[in-house]
């Protein structure tokens, strides 16, 4: 019955090509396990086919495979065998991650049977072993501290589909938020909201408008569902903090890099999706789910390769640049070394200098990795000598080291991660300088697609920003974290 349904979706897919035209690639959705044309989000290429003559019955049309090319990792459909021809080797061709517009014609149907919903929640546990508990903060986790237990860090829904043939819709809200300024937890926010537009007909060329990830880092583009460290880096993150802001993006994937981007990240080999391998964006600049407060935009240049060795091994390499004008918030009266002043802010009606360049390399773990990124620049900080905020410089970055085993037991990854930080906190209240040195390990099991059990132990050294006067806090911390995805 499943080998009848095949032939029959071939026949369908091929009913208007003649005998004489070229091969037809097919894909199947690994989901409703339908055949299509075109590529699209969770479809495997089947191989290339042609229509021939039934010898036995001529005129009947049946399915011939012409070359067939089932990459390693991609999944055969079932009840499907392999037809006769000379197999040739060929890249895996594996669908592409939701975060790009899938280059396929949308599904027959009301625009609401065209969307996919998805996502994830991650609980965590965090104790403090040594150390001052009472300051010790953290911007990416705020369950890190004095009398902090259990929390939910992310608690994320998405909302996605290619609603006509050049529109691709996402929207993800977090009900795992705290706002500023609120005591309360678990409300909800905006994360992305945005509509990929694409220009071309093979979906090379697309524009992204609406709030989304800025493509800046490559940890900043990973998805926190995927990363194996508990928080990103703070190098980069104090760049662009939640990662989003509102604006227009233009990227460009030309069908090898998507291919790769998404066997990246169906694999579990766990790669940021499909930013474009060159991108070009202007955005507001001050930050996601904040007013923008200038007349002056934020861009920001965005280029990566993905590499597959001869091998199989993944490596990719880029860099990224973003400058423009960042409006500090009004600063508040602190009292630091005894001396309690307000401090003026040292910038233009436009705001203060804000730009920085970062790079990135990643060998993808097979079974060993290795990731790393460093950031340099300059941005609004506290100066504590002559009591102002000024543009000054920062830098900083990190290197991780992971191996990543697969057994009857799932997928077992543990990792060390080192990371520095000399730079400002510009999102935070008087933009006070940040110092960061800390060395992280832990491992990751996934005993299934659904679960994920993390744990980690980290030895901080950091300034805590959130209150001046702004000490550095030497602690060790371990923390655990239990992930379900849907």
Do not use: C
Not at 274 to 299: K, M, T
């Amino acid at each position: 019955m499943k080998r009848s349904i095949l032939a029959v979706g071939l026949l369908a897919a091929m009913s208007n090509v003649d005998a004489a035209e070229a091969d037809v690639e097919l894909y199947v959705d690994q989901q409703t396990r339908q055949i299509f044309a075109e590529p699209g989000p969770d479809r495997t290429r089947l191989g290339a086919f042609r229509k021939v003559e039934d010898p036995a019955a001529p005129g009947q049309a049946t399915a011939h495979i012409a070359a067939p090319s089932m990459a390693a990792g991609a999944t055969a459909v079932r009840g499907a065998s392999p037809a006769r021809g000379d197999l040739r080797p060929a890249e895996a061709t594996v669908a592409t991650s939701t975060a790009r517009v899938a280059a396929v014609k949308p599904p027959a149907g009301p625009w609401h049977e065209r969307l996919q919903v998805r996502g994830y929640v991650q609980m965590r546990y965090n104790q403090v072993l040594s150390g001052n508990e009472a300051e010790l903060a953290t911007p990416g986790d705020r369950f890190l501290g004095a009398n902090q237990s259990f929390g939910l860090r992310r608690v994320r829904l998405v909302i996605s589909g290619q609603v006509s043939e050049r529109v691709f819709i996402y929207l993800q809200p977090d009900f795992g938020s705290t706002p500023s300024g609120s005591s309360t937890s678990n409300f909800g926010q905006l994360r992305d909201a945005y509509a990929d537009i694409s220009l071309d007909r093979a979906h090379e060329w697309r524009v992204r408008a609406g709030q989304s990830k800025v493509p800046y880092g490559f940890e900043n583009l990973q998805s926190s569902q995927n990363r194996l460290a508990p928080d990103r880096a703070d190098a980069l993150n104090a760049g662009v903090r939640d990662e989003r802001d509102v604006g227009l993006f233009l990227y460009y994937s030309p069908k090898i890099a998507a291919q790769r981007f998404g066997e990246l990240t169906k694999s579990g080999l766990k790669g940021s999706g499909d930013y474009g391998v060159l991108g070009l964006g202007v955005y507001n600049g001050q930050g996601a789910n904040r007013p923008e407060s200038n007349d002056r935009r934020h861009v920001v240049l965005h280029a990566t390769w993905p590499f597959k060795l001869a091998s199989g091994q993944f490596v990719q390499v880029g860099a990224d640049a973003y400058a423009g004008q960042y409006r500090v918030g009004a600063p508040t009266s602190v009292k630091i070394d005894g001396a309690s002043f307000t401090p003026t802010v040292d910038a233009g009606a436009q705001g203060s200098t804000d730009r920085r360049v970062a790079a990135h390399v990643i060998w993808y773990p097979q079974p060993f990795g290795l990731q790393a990124e460093w950031t340099v620049g300059e941005g609004p900080q506290l100066d504590v000598a002559q009591q102002r905020i000024r543009t000054r410089s920062l830098r900083g970055g990190y290197v991780q080291a992971m191996v990543r085993r697969t057994g009857a037991y799932g997928v077992l990854t543990p990792y060390l991660k080192w990371q520095t930080y000399r730079g400002a906190a510009k999102f935070d209240t008087n933009a006070p300088r940040m110092l960061v040195d800390e060395l992280e390990a832990g491992v990751e099991w996934q005993p299934s697609n659904a679960l994920e059990i993390a744990v980690a132990y980290a030895n901080m050294r950091r300034t805590n920003t959130r209150q001046a006067p702004y000490p550095r806090v030497r602690a060790d911390v371990a923390r655990v974290q239990l992930q379900w995805n849907f």
